[in-house]
């Protein structure tokens, strides 16, 4: 279960970032790293906040075990070049239920999300990706904006003696 959210149309910014230096562009992710990862985070609170609602809407009680395990972590890169990926999504602990038997969170998520023969669907995951989808890129473009001038900043008054 993933929300895939690609940003297309940015060649010329991708060429910009090639000729920048490596404390911009590292292979550890520098500021690209660091400004998704706070766009992963702030979507991550949002979709938690809505399976509280999801839960609680149902009447269901709840360990809040399935809230602890949605977590936003770093992904592999995409198969067709660099880059960086972040995810939003819920870890696989398993538990038992009251009959004994046993359950993972990412199945009680899965079945919260796209529901079953026997119980309706009551998203969490894919509303709050659309209610918050703007509101996180536009969060990682001025958090990245930022970082990169704070970088650029520094590489200037490193360099000023420099002639």
Known sequence: MKVDMQLSGLTG????????????????????????????RFLKDKAKA????????????????LEKS???????AP?????????VRVKNK???KQGGEKVTTLKTANLLEYGSQ?????????PAF?????????????????RIDTIVTKLGQQNAGVR
Request: overall charge positive.
């Open 118 to 126: 026997h119980q309706p669907a009551t998203p969490w995951l894919r």
């Open 130 to 146: 659309n209610s918050y989808a703007q509101q996180t890129i536009d969060l990682v473009v001025s958090d990245l904006k930022r």
């Open 70 to 76: 949605v977590i936003s972590s770093r992904g592999k």
């Open 13 to 40: 910014v991708l060429k910009t970032l090639r000729s920048l230096p490596p404390e911009i562009v590292s292979k550890r992710g520098g500021p690209v790293k660091l400004a998704l990862g706070k766009g992963a």
């Open 79 to 87: 198969l067709d070049g660099k880059g960086e990926r972040y995810l």
């Open 94 to 96: 398993s538990y038992n």
């Open 50 to 65: 809505n399976l509280g609602v999801q839960i609680a809407k149902n009447g269901d009680e709840s360990t809040g075990l």
